[in-house]
Antibody, heavy 120, light 108 residues
Framework: EVQLVESGGGLVQPGGSLKLSCAAS????????MNWVRQAPGKGLEWVAN????????QYFDSVKGRFTISRDNAKNSVYLQMNTLRVEDTAVYYC?????????????WGQGTLVTVSS | EIVLTQSPGTLSLSPGERATLSCRAS???????LAWYQQKPGQAPRLLIY???SRAAGIPDRFSGSGSGTDFTLTLSRLEPEDFAVYYC?????????FGQGTKLEIK
């Protein structure tokens, strides 16, 4: 059974930093792209970033480019999201979700999410 | 990026009725890489349909997806009490993946 456990959320001031973690189990982690998807309170879903299985290729949504960095540690079956220069509009629940080994896919499995609140 | 527009914003129906939810893409999805998710309050989204019309594992057959190109539909043939939730479409045909704004299915 696939399990995904996000952590690291919390309250941070605008301009601050936070690092999210997602611990995965139940599948061959290193074979799969990993994604972060977020949902602002009462709003819809927004893809944020992803990283290839070997960790060598990353992609970002335009609004987080240059501020967020996605990375992974396949030895720990974990993916991370380093978030810098946070803005009020980054306030959201952040979910991690596996992609596919290659190509595009829908998101079968999701974690429970971790809440990031950016406020002064 | 591809914009997905879902309609209606809110749909009020009674258990046992049929629900039809729409998702329109701003550009054609050539591979019909369109998914539907259900989300209940305080929960993560749950995949219902992928590839426009394939049901995900464990999804009851009262859920069906159809459409191609720019126009897609999620149909719930006979509403059960647990079906009242928010539904999102997602396209993964063109990077970046994008989601619709959601349709809230509420009890009438």
């Amino acid at each position: 059974e696939v399990q995904l456990v996000e952590s690291g959320g919390g309250l941070v001031q605008p301009g601050g930093s936070l690092k999210l973690s997602c611990a995965a189990s139940g599948f061959t982690f290193s074979n799969f792209w990993m994604n972060w998807v977020r949902q602002a309170p009462g709003k819809g879903l927004e893809w944020v970033a992803n990283v290839r299985g070997d960790g060598r290729y990353t992609q970002y949504f335009d609004s987080v480019k240059g501020r967020f960095t996605i990375s992974r540690d396949n030895a720990k079956n974990s993916v991370y999201l380093q978030m810098n220069t946070l803005r009020v509009e980054d306030t959201a629940v952040y979910y991690c979700a596996p992609g596919a080994p290659v190509g595009a896919t829908s998101y079968v499995s999701w974690g429970q999410g971790t809440l990031v609140t950016v406020s002064s | 990026e591809i914009v997905l527009t879902q309609s209606p914003g809110t749909l009020s129906l009674s258990p046992g009725e049929r629900a039809t939810l729409s998702c329109r893409a701003s550009q054609s999805l050539g591979r019909n890489y369109l998914a539907w998710y259900q989300q209940k309050p305080g929960q993560a989204p749950r995949l219902l349909i992928y590839g426009a019309s394939s049901r995900a594992a464990g999804i009851p057959d009262r859920f069906s997806g159809s459409g191609s190109g720019t126009d897609f539909t999620l149909t719930l043939s006979r509403l059960e009490p647990e079906d009242f939730a928010v539904y999102y479409c997602q396209q993964y045909d063109h990077a970046p993946d994008t989601f619709g704004q959601g349709t809230k299915l509420e009890i009438k």
